[in-house]
């Protein structure tokens, strides 16, 4: 009788570890499909800066538009109107998985998809950067108005606003790191 409570005891701990193995499998795959949700979904963003000062002709530097699609490809259009012969550049990039997962880590840490159509006061004759992104089947635009915002207009805004220009500013910061030329200064 010995024995076989014995054997049974066995069986039991044998079924709880085996238990315990299959919950440390399972908490395993979900914290690996956690890490690559984001490569999981498809990033799409189409931002631009457009502004009456950049129009030709000007001394200003310069208008652009971006396109980045799903399959990491970066089109990028730098409309430079300064001088007699403005021209357009285009540029083309090839972004890595990493730089996707980043760009998706800003978008998602600040809430992009929350927030207003319109973020910041549209100055007279002011940049405007329009962001558009997909993420899945997820689309948003938001245009971020008047930014950089000087510190004494930033101070009048109510807390929920300065948040927001916040946000939208850190999105458009990580887009704008991708826009570089090296004969022209973007703002």
């Known amino acids: ?55 030709w002709p000007t001394t200003r530097c310069c208008a652009f538009d971006l396109a980045l699609h799903a399959s990491g490809k970066v089109a990028i259009t730098i409309h430079d109107k300064r001088g007699d012969g403005p021209q357009d550049q285009s540029i083309d990039l090839n972004l890595t ?19 207003p159509a319109s973020v910041g006061d549209m100055p007279i ?3 405007v950067r329009r962001m558009e992104i ?5 689309t948003h635009k938001v245009e971020l108005n008047g930014w950089p915002i000087a510190q004494q207009t930033l101070e009048t805004y109510d807390v929920k606003k300065r948040i ?15 826009v570089s030329a090296p004969q022209v200064s973007l703002p």
């Not at 998985?97 to 927030?115: E, H, K, M, P, R």
């Not at 997909?134 to 997820?138: D, K």
């Not at 927001?164 to 991708?178: D, E, F, G, N, S």
């Open 1 to 55: 009788m010995l024995l076989n409570s014995d054997v049974m005891r066995h069986s039991k701990l044998s079924q709880r570890r085996a238990s315990v193995g299959s919950l440390a499998v399972v908490l395993l795959a979900v914290s690996l499909s956690a890490t690559n949700a984001h490569a999981a979904e498809p990033l799409k963003i189409k931002a631009s800066l457009s502004g009456y000062n950049l129009l």
């Open 97 to 115: 998985t990493s730089q996707v997962d980043a760009l998706l880590q800003v978008i998602s840490s600040n809430d992009f998809f929350l927030l």
């Open 125 to 127: 004759d002011d940049d």
């Open 134 to 138: 997909q993420v899945g089947s997820r």
């Open 164 to 178: 927001q220009v916040a946000q939208a500013a850190a999105v458009w910061i990580a887009i704008r790191k991708l």
